[in-house]
């Protein structure tokens, strides 16, 4: 990985020493850092003005091949300009050797592009939490090993390779099994957010997919109303297997009465068909260590009761 080429589509830094923290940890590893001054854009709450954010979005179909396209940070924006993002030109620019990486709001271009073109994009670290965190003293904290380890497979051998050891409760019919699909998810908000839309891949394009899940400071009933609403539209029922992936940030409350995320997961495993499983504990969401997922690419799946591996190569 020689440059990493910045973009900020979503929402305006929320503070400045997180970017340049990030900035500062990647030229240390050699890295070329471009388009670092997207960073400093501030419109309202977002990281510049429309137009700014999708010009910016659309050059990247003119970058050099071997560019990796990072996102700053998430928030809400990109929905915004869905309409008029170039995307066969970007498409190409992909299949020419282009990657592109970010997650939670990031996600709504990756599946708009998934639905509208097919190509592959990657679910996975941004500049300002992943390589620009600060800690309470706010010093720079040391990127996670792990992140940085699959990040670095994703990017060079675009490969990804990951077991995890968790008990799973949640599988249905069988306590083993391996399948292959395609692999493909984000955000759970903004996912639910497409439903209706062109820009949510089509259940002819994810049938028999594995659908990956996260999200951030959303409260279990949140997230169970969202799920239900994936169920019902017919989106989960439509997929091979469903992973959960880091689901943080959140507060329960007294009147939850003993109601959980795992009661949440419970209903919607009682009205998912039983020969899908619901897996548990994928290292991905808003999280240091996470994993970096090819959206758009076939996986293969091996799972059971203590856990499960995830394995793909594009």
């Known amino acids: 990985m020689k440059s990493i080429h910045l973009i900020a589509p979503s929402g305006a830094s929320l503070d400045s020493k997180s970017p340049l923290a990030g900035i500062d940890w990647l030229e240390g590893q050699s890295i070329d850092v471009q388009n670092a001054d997207c960073v400093h854009r501030v419109y309202e709450r977002f990281a510049g003005s429309d137009e700014a954010r999708l010009a910016e979005i659309n050059q990247i179909a003119q970058l050099d091949s071997k560019t990796l396209v990072m996102a700053m940070r998430g928030g809400y924006g990109l929905h915004r300009l869905l309409p008029d993002i170039e995307w066969s030109a970007i498409a190409k620019a992909i299949q020419n050797g282009l990657q592109v990486c970010g997650h939670s709001d990031f996600t709504v271009f990756q599946l708009a592009l998934l639905a509208k073109t097919g190509a592959i994009t990657l679910a996975g670290p941004m500049l300002n939490y992943d390589f620009g965190r600060l800690g309470d003293d706010g010093a720079p904290v040391v ?172």
């Open 143 to 314: 990127p996670d090993a792990f992140m940085w380890e699959h990040f670095q497979s994703a990017i060079q051998n675009r490969k990804l390779d990951c077991q995890v050891l968790i008990p799973q409760s949640f599988l249905g019919k069988a306590n083993t099994g391996s399948l292959t699909g395609l692999l493909w998810g984000g955000n759970l908000t903004v996912i639910a957010g497409l439903v209706g839309t062109s820009y949510l891949p089509d259940a002819k394009q994810t049938q028999g997919g594995i659908l990956f899940l996260e999200d951030v400071n959303e409260h279990p009933y949140r997230l169970e109303r969202m799920m239900m609403q994936l169920l019902d539209a017919g989106v989960l029922s439509n997929q091979s297997a469903i992973l959960l992936g880091g689901f943080s940030a959140y507060r329960l409350y007294d009147n939850d009465r003993g109601y959980s995320l795992e009661r949440a997961i419970e209903v919607v495993r009682k009205r998912l068909p039983k020969e899908i499983p619901i897996l548990t504990g994928l290292p991905f969401g808003h999280q240091a260590n996470k994993l970096t997922l090819p959206i758009g690419a076939t996986a293969s799946l091996n799972f059971n009761s203590n856990g499960f591996e995830l394995k793909a190569q594009w």
